[in-house]
């Protein structure tokens, strides 16, 4: 029994290496038809400004949201901690290399994750089970190109943006509670401020965001085109696409900040 029980591990943990190189396969495909389609005509740009406008302007209110309330809690746990050593000058600083390097684009690429990733395959995988996708290959139109590739670009545009907008609001935020709230003089904040925030700050930032953005795209609309038996598959996908934005986003941030702390 131990010995047919050990075979059964063995013979489980190689289907699963089997069938996450499979989806390695599958994926790199997917991202290969991309480079493939970017620059082949017919450019489709009614539907890339479509795209646009939902994963960027549909989502200012949560970022800007999301970014009044990060500067502002961290300007003031910033504030005590700094505090207890006298440096509380350096409030201004700390808040916005923080947000520049990691809190604007890690938060911004889980928020576009959660809510326009989720949409991308939930609208995708709805064309697919209604047979809309095999539709559009019947009338000669590549699904793909329809489909992926404005989502694709106007996530990689998008997220960026965001980030942008969300490191100005959390600034303004951490700014309002250092200044006004814990009364940190103006003038030290904003000489601290300068003294020690650089470009290559907000680069590193930008540089994280269009990767996310171009991540969290091409997995919600892989697992769009992978939904299955109906709407519980859509459901699925969905899910799916969610999970594994949200974990590519926080993984890669890892390996992305140890490359260009390197570089910038």
Same mark, same amino acid.
């Given at each position: 029994? !131990?010995?047919? &029980?050990?075979?059964?591990?063995?013979?489980?943990?190689?289907?699963? @290496?089997? *069938?996450?190189?499979?989806? &390695?396969?599958?994926?790199?495909l997917?991202?290969?038809?991309?480079?493939?389609?970017?620059?082949?005509?017919?450019? *489709?740009?009614?539907?890339?400004?479509?795209?646009?406008?939902?994963?960027?302007?549909?989502?200012?209110? @949560?970022?800007?949201?999301?970014?009044?309330?990060?500067?502002?809690?961290?300007?003031?746990?910033?504030?005590?901690?700094?505090?207890?050593?006298? =440096?509380?000058?350096?409030?201004?600083? =700390?808040?916005?290399?923080?947000?520049?390097?990691?809190?604007?684009?890690?938060?911004?690429?889980?928020i576009?994750?959660? *809510?326009?990733?989720?949409?991308?395959?939930?609208?995708?995988?709805?064309?697919?089970?209604t047979?809309?996708?095999?539709?559009?290959? =019947?009338?000669?139109?590549?699904?793909?190109?329809?489909?992926?590739?404005?989502?694709?670009?106007?996530?990689?545009?998008?997220? !960026?943006?965001?980030?942008?907008?969300?490191?100005?609001?959390?600034?303004?935020?951490?700014?309002?509670?250092? &200044?006004?709230?814990?009364m940190?003089?103006?003038?030290?904040?904003?000489?601290?401020l300068?003294?020690?925030?650089?470009?290559?700050?907000?680069?590193?930032?930008?540089?994280?965001?269009?990767?996310?953005?171009?991540?969290?795209?091409?997995?919600?609309?892989?697992?769009g085109?992978e939904?299955?038996?109906g709407?519980?598959?859509?459901?699925?996908?969905?899910?799916?696409? =969610?999970?594994?934005?949200?974990?590519?986003?926080?993984?890669?941030?890892?390996?992305? &900040?140890?490359?260009?702390?390197?570089?910038?």
């Amino acid at each position: 029994m !131990p010995i047919k &029980t050990g075979a059964g591990l063995i013979e489980k943990f190689g289907d699963s @290496i089997l *069938r996450a190189i499979e989806e &390695t396969g599958k994926v790199t495909l997917f991202v290969g038809q991309f480079f493939y389609w970017v620059f082949r005509p017919p450019f *489709r740009f009614r539907l890339l400004f479509a795209q646009l406008y939902f994963i960027g302007n549909k989502s200012l209110f @949560i970022i800007c949201l999301s970014g009044a309330f990060t500067g502002m809690v961290l300007a003031y746990q910033t504030y005590f901690g700094f505090k207890i050593i006298s =440096v509380d000058s350096l409030v201004g600083p =700390v808040v916005a290399i923080s947000l520049a390097r990691e809190l604007a684009p890690v938060l911004s690429g889980l928020i576009v994750a959660g *809510r326009a990733g989720a949409a991308m395959a939930a609208q995708i995988g709805t064309m697919k089970v209604t047979e809309q996708v095999d539709a559009l290959e =019947v009338m000669g139109i590549d699904s793909y190109q329809y489909l992926a590739l404005p989502r694709i670009i106007a996530g990689t545009l998008s997220l !960026p943006m965001l980030t942008i907008i969300f490191l100005l609001v959390g600034n303004l935020g951490g700014w309002l509670v250092g &200044t006004k709230a814990l009364m940190i003089d103006e003038t030290m904040y904003f000489s601290k401020l300068g003294e020690f925030m650089f470009l290559a700050d907000i680069y590193q930032g930008v540089i994280k965001s269009i990767f996310f953005g171009f991540s969290i795209a091409v997995i919600g609309t892989y697992f769009g085109f992978e939904v299955k038996r109906g709407a519980e598959g859509v459901g699925k996908g969905t899910n799916m696409a =969610v999970v594994w934005g949200m974990i590519f986003v926080l993984i890669s941030d890892y390996f992305l &900040t140890s490359f260009l702390i390197k570089i910038l």
